[in-house]
């Protein structure tokens, strides 16, 4: 049995709005165990012993049929998300920066917006492994940021989200707990 972290994009914004009551209810007619929702932002928890690629199939599938949007989600073992979080080189946030991670389901795709983004050039920007990569922005800017705005466009969304730092942080701990259990 693995235990996931699962990041929904695009929830609780633009007009789709989904109780995280009524999503672990959706939830449960899956074959996963132990779900549970972390910070009303999309963040999932749970165990299956199906892969990653078929967990994240299923959550897709279950959201469109049940809240009629174009779902997409990034599914990742919560030992690699652990591994994330710790190869993260920016501290928590402080009062003028805020740190992101950006996660993807298609290497490709991130490779792509990485190298839009400015690449290795980029000195707020950092890859963290092949599905994620992260950086720091200015507080309050960080609609403004070009990474912000290359994140929104079409071609993105199906691919990738982002979490701030100190919620990737919280989620791992809550997912360290929850492997406990398994």
């Known amino acids: 049995m693995t235990t996931y972290a699962v990041f929904l994009r695009g929830i609780n914004v633009g007009g789709i709005n989904i109780k995280m009551a009524d999503l672990r ?5 899956l ?18 012993e199906a892969g990653p690629v078929e967990v994240k199939n299923l959550i897709e599938t279950c959201l469109r049929d049940n809240f009629g949007y174009d779902a997409w989600v990034v599914v990742l073992t919560a030992e ?7 190869a ?26 990485y190298q839009a983004a400015g690449g290795e050039a980029n000195a707020q ?6 599905e994620a990569m992260a950086r720091q922005v200015q507080v309050g800017k960080t609609l403004d940021s070009e990474i912000n705005k290359l994140t929104a466009k ?10 701030n730092l100190r919620t990737l942080i ?10 406990s259990f398994h």
């Open 80 to 86: 690699r998300l652990a591994e994330l979080v710790e």
């Open 170 to 179: 919280k989620v791992r701990d809550a997912a360290q707990a929850h492997r």
């Open 31 to 48: 074959p996963l165990r132990d779900v549970s929702t972390l910070l009303a932002t999309g963040n999932i928890l749970c165990a299956s």
């Open 125 to 130: 920007q950092y890859r963290l492994g092949a």
């Open 154 to 163: 079409a071609k993105y969304k199906r691919t990738t989200t982002t979490r």
């Open 25 to 29: 209810k959706a939830l449960s007619s």
């Open 88 to 113: 993260c080189p920016y501290p928590g946030d402080s009062k003028e920066m805020h740190a992101y991670i950006t996660l993807t389901s298609d290497i490709e795709m991130l490779d792509e917006l």
